[in-house]
T-cell receptor, first 117, second 115 residues
């Protein structure tokens, strides 16, 4: 159990376009989902925390109008990179925390590689 | 706020030799501690976690870690390394509900295994 999927796994887009990445918890309900960004050979940096039915909380330095997060249900969160530019190229990883869990345990998706040309 | 330090950027070890990866954390309360492994271009795989109880934690793939509160450390060990253990290893500390259960990751340690 506790499987998280991401779609797409890889996407290439032109500069100026928007890209949507989906994060789904397949076999559990997720009260909270997290979005991370990872540059090559670097660590994961938390971008934002989203709770189902409420607005996402963004980390300092992350543009909320640039990275739109929607957490419409207990199994789905989406990250939309708006007007993407080459500097947005990165590996985006989501994680989900199980509803009702009293522990801090996050289950990670396989990641989405975004390349902006 | 919590933070994690992984002092070793890169470690090279011979196949069959032992491995120890260091992790030091900073957190004001009892921490949730994790070790993850990441192969190139892949997501994270949880190796083991510590929430409470026994300070020596057993994980998958023959890994173990020991929580030492006095040293604020959570070092990862494996007695005999296999070539497939070559990967990036991340230590992470998790906050509690008061900080939205956020995870903070260390910079990572790259492990190279030589034949």
């Amino acid at each position: 159990g506790a499987v998280v999927s991401q779609h797409p796994s890889r996407v290439i887009c032109k500069s100026g376009t928007s890209v949507k990445i989906e994060c789904r918890s397949l076999d559990f309900q997720a009260t909270t989902m997290f979005w991370y960004r990872q540059f090559p050979k670097q660590s994961l940096m938390l971008m934002a925390t989203s709770n189902e039915g409420s607005k996402a909380t963004y980390e300092q330095g992350v543009e909320k109008d640039k990275f739109l997060i929607n957490h419409a249900s207990l199994t789905l969160s989406t990250l939309t990179v708006t007007s993407a530019h080459p500097e947005d190229s990165s590996f985006y990883i989501c994680s989900a925390r199980r509803l009702g869990s009293s522990y801090n345990e996050q289950f990670f998706g396989p990641g989405t590689r975004l390349t902006v040309l | 706020a919590q933070s994690v330090t992984q002092p070793d950027i890169h470690i090279t070890v011979s196949e069959g030799a032992s491995l120890e990866l260091r992790c030091n954390y900073s957190y004001g309360a009892t921490p949730y501690l994790f070790w993850y492994v990441q192969s190139p271009g892949q997501g994270l795989q949880l190796l083991l976690k510590y929430f409470s109880g026994d300070t020596l934690v057993q994980g998958i793939k023959g890994f173990e870690a020991e929580f030492k509160r006095s040293q604020s450390s959570f070092n990862l060990r494996k007695p005999s390394v296999h070539w497939s253990d070559a990967a990036e290893y991340f230590c992470a500390v998790g906050a509690d509900r008061s900080n939205d259960y956020k995870l903070s990751f260390g910079a990572g340690t790259t492990v190279t295994v030589r034949a």
